[in-house]
């Protein structure tokens, strides 16, 4: 059975960095084909995808926040991380990881998803 | 990036009735679109992939198609567990992109 969780912070400040950490299990991300993806939905708001790791660790990020985010992965830990810098108000969200099982790149199981908030 | 507009914002419709949700991209996709079903206070769920196949465990009223730019989902006698808010994807390019959302209203 594949399961992801998220873990970070629920508070941050302005200017803070974010940290977030998917934990997953059923999957290896050195299988090839395997990938994670992050995903943001402020509240009330659209999905937003943010950025992709894969199995080779090749790395893909939104367009608009890719001078903000870093991702990563940790194998043996079976652990992606994703960080964003200078956070506002404005990335008061719902943050999800999200399994893609194949070099077609929808997301076939989710995490539950854990919620942020941005406010001094 | 490509863009995703997704039609109607929200409809309202009962129990048995036939719903059907557009989504249209920017450019051609060819067929690398998915469909998600969220309610509210929990992750999306995938319902379909490559624009008409069926993910394992989702029940046959639901159904997809189209080409090129225009996509469709459709379902079929209404539940009330369909109730919710459904999104589409396009993977044909990265970064993926997701539409603006359609949520499923009782009439």
């Known amino acids: 059975q594949v399961t992801l969780r998220e873990s970070g912070p629920v508070l941050l400040k302005p200017t803070q960095t974010l940290t977030l950490t998917c934990s997953f299990s059923?999957?290896?991300?050195?299988?090839?084909?395997?990938?994670v993806s992050w995903i943001r939905q402020p509240p009330g708001k659209a999905l937003e995808w943010l950025a992709r790791?894969?199995?080779?660790?090749?790395?893909y990020y939104s367009t608009s926040l890719k001078t903000r985010l870093t991702i990563s992965k940790d194998t043996s830990k079976s652990q992606v991380v994703l960080t964003m810098t200078n956070m506002d108000p404005v990335d008061t969200a719902t943050y999800y990881c999200?399994?893609?099982?194949?070099?077609?790149?929808?997301?076939?199981?989710w995490g539950k998803g854990t919620p942020v908030t941005v406010s001094s | 990036d490509i863009q995703m507009i997704q039609s109607p914002s929200s409809l309202s419709a009962s129990v048995g009735d036939r719903v059907t949700i557009t989504c249209r991209a920017s450019?051609?996709?060819?067929?690398?679109l998915a469909w998600y079903q969220q309610k509210p206070g929990k992750a999306p769920k995938l319902l379909l992939y490559?624009?008409?196949r069926l993910e394992s465990g989702v029940p046959s009223r639901f159904s997809g198609s189209g080409s090129g730019t225009d996509y469709t989902l459709t379902i079929n006698s209404l539940q009330p567990e369909d109730f919710a808010t459904y999104y589409c994807?396009?993977?044909?390019?990265?970064?993926?992109?997701f539409g603006g959302g359609t949520k499923v209203e009782i009439k």
């Open positions: 999200a399994r893609i099982r194949g070099v077609d790149y929808y997301m076939d199981v």
């Open positions: 059923g999957f290896s991300l050195s299988t090839r084909e395997m990938c």
């Open positions: 790791i894969d199995w080779d660790d090749d790395k």
């Open positions: 450019q051609g996709i060819r067929n690398s």
């Open positions: 490559a624009a008409s």
């Open positions: 994807q396009q993977y044909y390019t990265t970064p993926q992109t």
